[in-house]
């Protein structure tokens, strides 16, 4: 695959960035979910990060970076799980066999494969590219498993995705072949080969760079994606006219009003509801605040009671 080829894989262009990417996000969730947990949780997180230290671990687009976004803070959206596998599986494609990818390999590596999973209710294909479409291309994947020894093991790989034809493309040729427009960065095992970060030092020097992100628990397995360099004004809904300024409902001006929204419309029968009997209930946050019976719209209140 190419980076254009890749970002021309979801052809849905007509329902908004932000539904996509709570549908598709939570369903991978869902499918990534530990038959030993009663519910899989989610939270959501919108926040700024150090984006000059962010783009110095970034080598080869540090400056394309910066030449682009010039502010010291950006802003960022993250959607964590727990009470899931996490992105388990070998390190390195190389090492795998009977075909067995994991979802490591699958969900980072190896981005046009199909799903597989018995049961899952998404495809790969589409799963997978949402998150290049909600910021700039750019996605970090910080997950925790248990091994097969026991041991918990954290994992940090970035990806990013780019139109390698574009005028603004930030990835550099490698040795005079054509841009592909798809780069990982992680620890570098080979001249131009990279395996995820497992140091747990290294990984939270990275991400206590995006504000409010927390690490995750000793024992805690789970996976987050976390999305750098969104853009408020491309991913809410546009308003062209200026007399319906004065209309706007609360999800069109505020990211976490959309997504309170956008998690009732897709998921309301599986939210909070323990008698769900379909798969696992969910539980979701956004920044830390419990999306309850409490605080979900009416509408979606009296669609769960039925």
């Known amino acids: 695959q190419s980076g254009k080829s890749l970002l021309r894989l979801m052809q849905n262009n007509s329902m908004p960035t932000l539904d996509l990417f709570v549908r598709e996000s939570i369903q991978n ?18 926040n700024t990060f150090e984006a000059k230290n962010l783009s110095c671990e970034l080598e080869g687009i540090t400056e394309g970076l910066r030449n682009i976004f010039t502010s010291d803070l950006g802003r960022y959206l993250a959607i964590k799980d727990s009470n899931t596998f996490g992105l388990t599986g070998e390190l390195n494609a190389d090492c795998v066999k009977n075909n067995e990818y994991g979802n490591l390999l699958k969900l980072v590596y190896e981005i046009s ?3 597989d999973s018995e049961g899952a209710g998404g495809s790969w294909g ?15 994947y910080y997950s925790r498993i248990k091994l097969e ?17 574009s005028k603004d493309s930030m990835i550099p040729k490698y040795l005079n072949r054509n841009k592909r427009g798809i780069a990982w960065w992680g620890k570098k095992t080979e001249e131009n080969k990279t395996i995820p970060i497992t140091d747990e030092s290294e990984i939270k020097k990275i991400i206590e760079n995006f504000t409010g992100l927390p690490i995750f628990e000793e024992r805690e ?8 360099y969104i853009d408020k004004e491309r991913l809410l809904p546009i308003i062209n006219s200026e007399n319906e300024m004065s209309l ?8 976490d009003e959309y997504l309170k929204l956008a998690i009732q419309k897709w998921y309301i029968p599986r939210l909070n ?22 605080n979900i719209y009416p509408y979606f209140s009296i669609l769960q009671s039925l």
């Open 29 to 46: 969730s869902l499918d990534a979910r530990n038959g030993s947990k009663e519910n899989v949780k989610i939270d959501f997180f919108l």
């Open 113 to 115: 494969k199909a799903q």
């Open 126 to 140: 589409l799963g997978k590219t949402v998150y290049f479409r909600v910021g700039i291309g750019l996605v970090l």
């Open 149 to 165: 020894t026991g041991k918990y093991e954290s994992r940090l790989v970035a990806c990013f995705v780019e139109d390698e034809t």
């Open 221 to 228: 397995t789970g996976t987050m994606i976390i999305i750098p």
């Open 248 to 255: 706007r409902l609360p999800w069109d001006n505020k990211i």
């Open 273 to 294: 509801n323990e008698d769900y009997k379909y798969g696992k209930w969910l539980e979701a946050k956004i920044n830390g605040v419990k999306l309850s019976h409490k």
